[in-house]
Nanobody
């Protein structure tokens, strides 16, 4: 089992910045990815950004250029630096960890945090 603890959500004005943090513990496989997903009111959960243990990143088009994902492997912690925030970024942000078994790159097991609310409003 993997446990994920998130922090950093809150209320911010349009154009402002926030940094989310997520620390993982438990049975973390040597091959894994961490990332952030979000769910806005009335919408489905969507991918925001992911990062592998060697630093490869992937971003949703809607946040590319504004958000930056990073990680500290020694601390099993992933960060999401969010700049130039827009009202449409308002959502519950969920931390994700996906464990991969060696030799099975297309099969992963997902673990989720409880979520942290980000509200962008004047």
């Amino acid at each position: 089992q993997v446990q994920l603890v998130e922090s950093g959500g809150g209320l911010v004005q349009p154009g402002g910045s926030l940094r989310l943090s997520c620390t993982a513990s438990g049975s973390i496989f040597s091959i894994h990815a961490m990332g952030w997903y979000r769910q806005a009111p009335g919408k489905e959960r969507e991918l925001v950004a992911t990062i592998t243990s060697i630093g490869n990143t992937n971003y949703a088009h809607s946040v590319e250029g504004r958000f930056t994902i990073s990680r500290d492997n020694a601390k099993n912690t992933v960060y999401l630096q969010m700049n130039s925030l827009k009202p449409e970024d308002t959502a519950v942000y969920y931390c994700n960890l996906r464990n991969y078994r060696w030799g099975q790159p297309d099969v992963g097991t997902d673990y989720w945090g409880k979520g942290t609310l980000v509200t962008v409003s004047s």
